[in-house]
């Protein structure tokens, strides 16, 4: 059962009387809880350990064993992990004055010890922790053991290759937040570690809902900053993993400007690498550049998305080098699932099929392990792209529709869109001009909706069917964005035809002028009609 506050008027509201008369340990806790969530985070942690230390003086340990714990978690989250350790082993210092009294506060302990053991790779041990904290959860009716003690028991069991079981587990998890009393900091731990939990076994359906409901709960508090930034990354790959690029741009520009706001979040890496991928498929290559070496710069590896831009730019060598290096590193195979096709790209476009052949057979061998559409889908595809370079048209034809029909199923239009130009370039292979034509036509279809110029400039010129204008550095929807606004279209007009925000227009009007070093409308019809960069089917 969740309970939405407005965290700004709490924490201004306790603040003011805690400066009145020093507020007992439990508002304290309160206001620290309040400080914490509108983003106030070392103010929060202060406040936090003057609750503890006011319960400790009152000899109510228990209660200081759990502020303790929070300390410990909320140190954790942001990623200081020698002041967490400090506070949890503070609280298991205090615990051992409870002498044999059984209580909840003493579960909670068992944690951090638990996480230690996933994170050292013992996951039995792990698990068997956790199984425990679930017990206890039961046992005194805690909601916070119970959604903590399921996380970490789903995480525990996937780690141990039981994935069907460990979802359960995590499915169970949401089940504990929409209907029990849980506190605020561990509902934003769990949505965001699930939503993690389910995009490493590949479950994207899974990952979207829960994506929807961090979403929800995140809206439900406006003044919420914690968990906010994270919702933002995670909504907008769900949005690019759908086709609607502009929205997954805005999200991922906004979760850049709030991750870097509130210093040490750990998510702007995530967030720059996610921006940076929708600038490279868009062929936005200087801005993608940029954002992989921000993201770089906040402990994200921008691999395969930077090798794939070098490829883009004609530099083969220094991206295999780039992704083979990053393979040898990793272990890990999720991790491995998302670089392997990359590398099959590269390999195939240098003609080493060889290696390509082998590339092929480990995805699809981490394809079968983990049993969900999405990496089955992407093993058929690369399968049906190794038998095409190896001149097994009947073989590669099969494959890929085998491909096609799980991506259309999961509603992935840029998936479907490559895998049809596949079998464009496969009829081609057969002599078959007009299914040839028509998967082209189709893909082609896609990637102008999609705003993917790289790819529509590669099937256009498989087609032969236009020459394109110069377009002196503009992408396919600030082309169309000029169009409109040539026509006399006000921002927010061209907003509603596109089916965008007026921001976003905002943002491709700016980059029109800068692009064609004009200042005004009226100099950048000018310049459109001179260059004969107007084109009716634009719009």
Known sequence: MQNFENWTAIYKQLLKADKEHAVAPKDMEKLALAAYLTGRDMESFQILERAHQGYADSGVTEKAVQSAFWLGLMYMNAGERVRSSGWFARGERLINDLQNQDCPEKKLLLIPQALGELSSGHDVKAQQIFEQVVLAGKQFQNADLLALGSLGLGQAMIQLGEIATGIK????????????????????????????????????????????????????????????????????????????????????????????????????????????????????????????????????????????????????????????????????????????????????????????????????????????????????????????????????????????KFWNSLNLPYESAFTREMKGLVYMEMNDKDNSKAELLAAAWVYEQLGAIPDLVRVNALL????????????????????????????????????????????????????LGVSSRVEATAFALKNQMLKDDLH
């Not at 550095?473 to 925000?501: D, H, P, Y």
Request: with cysteine; glycine share 4%.
């Open 169 to 404: 587990h995590l499915d169970e998890t949401m089940i504990i937040l929409e209907t029990e009393d849980v506190f605020p900091l561990v509902n934003g731990i769990v949505y965001c570690a699930v939503i993690e939990s389910c995009r490493k076994v590949w479950d994207i359906e899974r990952a979207q809902e829960w994506t929807a409901a961090l979403s929800r709960w995140c809206e439900a508090q406006p003044d919420l900053v914690p968990f906010r930034g994270e919702c933002l990354v995670r909504r907008a790959e769900i949005f690019q993993f759908h086709g609607e690029w502009p929205k997954a741009l805005e999200e991922t520009i906004d979760a850049c400007d709030l991750l870097t706001r509130h210093n040490g979040r750990p998510a702007a890496g995530e967030a720059y690498y996610r921006q940076a991928e929708l600038h490279r498929l868009a062929g936005n290559f200087n801005k993608a550049e940029q954002c992989y070496q921000e993201a770089s710069k906040r402990g994200k590896n921008s691999q395969p998305g930077h090798a794939l831009l070098r490829l883009a730019q004609g530099q083969a060598a220094a991206a295999k080098t780039s992704v083979t290096n990053t393979l040898q590193e990793t272990k890990d195979a999720k991790r491995r699932a998302e670089l392997l096709p990359a590398l099959l790209d590269i390999l195939l476009t240098t003609k080493q099929t060889d290696e390509a052949t082998e590339t092929v057979k480990e995805l699809c061998h981490i394809a079968r392990d983990f049993n969900v559409p999405y990496l089955i889908a992407m093993c058929s595809y690369c399968q049906g792209k190794v038998s095409h370079a190896k001149g097994d048209v009947r073989l590669a034809l099969e494959q890929l529709q085998k491909a096609l």
């Open 464 to 515: 032969n069917t236009k020459k394109h204008a110069e377009t002196h550095g503009l992408s396919l929807r600030e082309l169309q964005v000029l169009g409109l606004i040539a026509s006399g279209k006000t921002n927010r007009m061209v907003a509603e035809e596109l089916f965008i925000s007026e921001r976003t227009v905002d943002r491709h009007v700016s980059n029109i002028f800068n692009k």
